[in-house]
Nanobody, 126 residues
């Protein structure tokens, strides 16, 4: 079993920055380090949206058009930690952010991921 725990959420003004972290624990040796991870966002009244995904080595990444150029996904396999650097935040970026792991390809489709964190709330004030 793999456990994912997000941190770093909170409140920020529009235009500000925030970094989310996702610490993985449990049976990570053969799962996290060799599989794809991602960040998802669930805003009120909207469907869950794939924000970014990253390959096991970190060499390949993809970001949703809505955050391209503002958000950056990265990972530190030595620390079993996934990151999401969010810059130039907008009010529409608010929501609950979830990290996910266990996909076998670089994808923003939530069904591809086997493991999910509990989420962290991000609030952006205008």
């Amino acid at each position: 079993q793999v456990h994912l725990e997000e941190s770093g959420g909170g409140s920020v003004q529009a235009g500000g920055s925030m970094r989310l972290s996702c610490a993985a624990s449990g049976h990570t040796d053969n799962t996290i380090n060799i599989r794809y991870m991602g960040w998802f966002r669930h805003a009120p009244g909207k469907e869950r949206e794939g924000i970014a995904a990253i390959s096991p080595s970190g060499g390949a990444r993809t970001h949703a058009d809505s955050v391209l150029g503002r958000f950056t996904i990265s990972r530190d396999n030595a620390k079993n930690t996934l990151y999401l650097q969010m810059d130039s935040l907008k009010p529409e970026d608010a929501g609950i952010y979830y990290c996910a792991a266990g996909a076998v390809t670089l994808t923003l489709r939530s069904r591809a991921y086997a493991y999910w964190g509990q989420g962290t709330q991000v609030t952006v004030s205008s």
